[in-house]
């Protein structure tokens, strides 16, 4: 099993970045993203099911749009409206149909002016 993040980077206060993953070796249930910040723990970014149900953090809501692309089994992160918090390395994730879970390398979001 492979996920291969990209699209991290430096962006100023209220800018946007679009986060991509794209997932192989196996069928996933779910995918989507985590992130941590230095001296915090992982959170739950996003995620969306093979069933097409969304959840995002309440922190994220109205700003992040989570997206699939099924064909090239790839989920991506929208990101609008960046704030100074949204700081942190962002990490792919990816559960399987057997519950097994994977994580991508991390892709790092820094948002500062």
């Known amino acids: 099993v492979q996920l291969q993040a990209s699209g991290g980077g430096l962006v100023q206060p209220g800018g946007s970045l679009r986060l991509s993953c794209a997932a192989s070796?196996?069928?996933?249930?779910?995918k989507g993203w985590f992130r941590q910040a230095p001296g915090k723990q992982r959170e739950l970014v996003a995620t969306?099911?093979?069933?097409?149900?969304?959840r995002y953090a309440d922190s994220v809501k109205g700003r992040f749009t989570i997206s699939e692309d099924n064909a090239k089994n790839t989920v991506y992160l929208q990101m609008n409206n960046l704030k100074p918090a949204d700081t942190a390395v962002y990490l792919c994730?990816?559960?399987?149909?057997?519950?097994?879970?994977?994580w991508g390398q991390g892709t790092l979001v820094t948002v500062s002016s």
């Open positions: 070796g196996s069928m996933f249930s779910i």
């Open positions: 994730y990816a559960q399987n149909r057997g519950r097994t879970n994977y």
């Open positions: 969306i099911t093979s069933g097409g149900n969304i």
